[in-house]
């Protein structure tokens, strides 16, 4: 692994950690649902099902990039990333602003959990099937995201194994936590989470979107810290304008 000075690694590391902790919660809680409520043994199966599909689609993904010209790469995943990165930044000022409804992730176990009690008491055949499905869709459709995440945040600067460290410790705390507490984790701060990933992944699609076009930015990677600051800064006094507007309409 070479790895790059620490101003580029632990942005990468934190921006993959904290963007994938997102998407693990999520698919934590409806994998939490199909065990309590059909058992674990179909919970199991489709989560080790859609953990295969993803290590198949890493394998099939890891080579392609590599035959990509590097700038031509930093331009297209930098394009992505702050498309990406503003979409969850722009989602996150609106629900920071009570525009838009905070994500629930208690509400979206219960609502989980009453699909499948229902189809319990309906005596569907193949519940199992059901069940698993259920478990395999929310791991592929979540890990997918997990997947491009890595990617953008690493694929650009060859820092694709710190950007995988960060997911797999983020996808290690969920499994900790949800297997010690047993129930969904509803007291992470998700929106403050999409906030900074929407930051952070905004800060590397400039910086990337920029060398592939061949800019020489001062301070080289000191500049993604620059460039966070300034979407920080940004999105602080969006939250604060849509407020301000918010409360001007509800009056």
Do not use: Y
């Not at 942005?11 to 199909?34: K, Q, R």
């Not at 059909?38 to 099902?49: N, S």
């Not at 966070?228 to 602080?236: I, P, Q």
């Amino acid at each position: 692994m070479r790895m790059e000075s620490w101003a580029t690694a632990g942005p990468a590391i934190t921006a993959a950690f904290l963007g994938s902790m997102v998407e693990v919660v999520e698919a934590f809680t409806i994998v939490l649902a199909v065990g309590t409520v059909r058992g674990w043994r179909p919970a199991f199966i489709g989560t080790g099902i859609g953990l295969a599909v993803l290590v198949l689609l890493v394998i099939a993904l890891g080579p392609v990039l590599d035959r990509i010209p590097i700038h031509v790469l930093q331009l297209v995943v930098g394009t992505l990333l702050l498309l990406f990165g503003l979409r969850w930044l722009r989602k996150a000022i609106l629900r920071a602003a009570g525009i838009i409804a905070l994500h629930d992730e208690a509400a979206a176990f219960t609502e989980e959990t009453a699909h499948l009690t229902d189809a319990v008491r309906r005596k569907e055949a193949h519940l199992d099937w059901i069940a698993g499905l259920t478990a395999f869709k929310a791991v592929v459709l979540e890990g997918i995201e997990v997947v491009f995440i890595v990617i953008a945040v690493g694929a650009g600067r060859d820092l694709l194994w710190p950007a995988s460290l960060g997911a797999l410790a983020a996808c290690i705390l969920v499994l900790a936590v949800g297997l010690i507490v047993h129930r969904p984790l509803a007291r992470v701060p998700e929106n403050t989470l999409k906030f900074g990933v929407g930051v952070m992944l905004s800060a590397f699609g400039i910086f990337w979107t920029g060398e592939g076009l061949g800019v020489e930015w001062p301070g080289h990677d000191a500049a993604i810290l620059v460039f966070a600051a300034v979407f920080l800064a940004v999105g602080v006094f969006g939250v604060s304008l849509a407020k301000r507007s918010n409360s001007e309409v509800a009056q």
